[in-house]
């Protein structure tokens, strides 16, 4: 009975022994990182995803995260004409998987590689803004997001990174400068209103004269039409015989009469009269 007890203890404890030599040479790399294989502390090799031994003596593995990765760094800059500037930038960078040995040679991991880069991108943001005026700044953030990108895409390859997108948060400027560009943006405005109204005032003086012509050469067809409307009954008169014109007389004054008798007749009124009485 003795005998299977201290056997038992034996293969136990070589059991123990082989777990203890086995476990630690155990490696799982998951889906979007890479292992970098140091050797007495040299980076030799780069593991894939999956379960991988190693000699846990003389090796260790390093893991370089190959996914995108977020760095966000709050700024204190000037711009070119001496504003003083708050904000922030959030930059989204990646470690280029073909670079994961060099990666954790000059930065020993992925959290080396973030206290390098991190005031190196801030010192290259501020760069940027210090190149643009306070109002550059406040009408082209868009423009001056691309700027920061651009200029932090041109330094990655040196960190072994690729800059995949940069945010830049809210801009905070002085209180006097924000005055100043409510007063700008005021004069703005009173400038466009009275542009406005002027063109306006334009307007309608071109539509006015445009009546007038309109109104003035009403009046000179109408005029025209008189004139030749008189031309033709001229014609018409002198080709007419005497006694039809007595007739035609007398029948203007009958159509015009409004039935009062006149106050005061000159020449022989009572002709007139009996062609009335006629009628």
């Not at 991988?52 to 370089?64: E, G, L």
């Not at 711009?79 to 930038?89: E, F, K, L, P, Y």
């Not at 073909?98 to 080396?112: K, L, P, T, W």
């Not at 109002?135 to 390859?157: F, G, H, K, P, W």
């Amino acid at each position: 009975m003795k005998r299977f007890i201290v056997g038992g203890t034996v293969i136990g404890v070589i059991v123990l022994f082989i777990l203890i030599g086995i476990l630690p040479s155990l490696n799982t790399i998951r889906e979007g990182e890479l292992g970098v294989v140091r050797h007495w502390g040299q980076a030799t090799e780069v593991l894939q995803p999956g379960l991988h031994m190693r000699n846990w003596i003389s090796n260790d593995v390093v893991i370089v995260d190959t996914r995108i990765q977020v760095i966000e760094v709050d700024f204190n800059a000037h711009s070119i004409d001496a504003q003083m500037i708050r904000g922030g930038v959030t930059v989204h960078y990646q470690a280029l998987p073909n670079n994961a040995i060099r990666v954790v040679q000059e930065f020993s991991n992925m959290q080396g590689l973030y206290a390098v880069i991190s005031p190196v991108f801030l010192a290259e943001a501020q760069n940027v803004l210090a190149t643009k005026t306070a109002m550059e700044l406040v009408e082209n953030r868009a423009i001056l997001a691309r700027d920061i990108q651009a200029r932090l895409q041109e330094i990655a390859s040196q960190y072994h990174i690729v800059v995949t997108n940069v945010i830049l948060e809210e801009l905070v400027f002085s209180d006097e400068f924000n005055r100043a560009v409510e007063n700008r943006v005021r004069a703005e405005q009173e400038m466009m209103m009275a542009e406005i109204e002027r063109e306006r005032a334009m307007i309608q003086a071109r539509q006015t004269l445009e009546v007038a012509e309109m109104e003035k050469q009403v009046v000179v067809v109408q005029a025209q039409a008189e004139t030749d409307a008189l031309r033709i009954l001229q014609s018409v008169w002198n080709e007419t015989a005497p006694e039809m014109r007595e007739i035609m007389l007398r029948q203007m004054a009958i159509e015009r009469w409004n039935g009062q008798l006149p106050r005061v007749v000159g020449g022989d009124f009572s002709l007139i009269l009996d062609d009335i009485m006629r009628d």
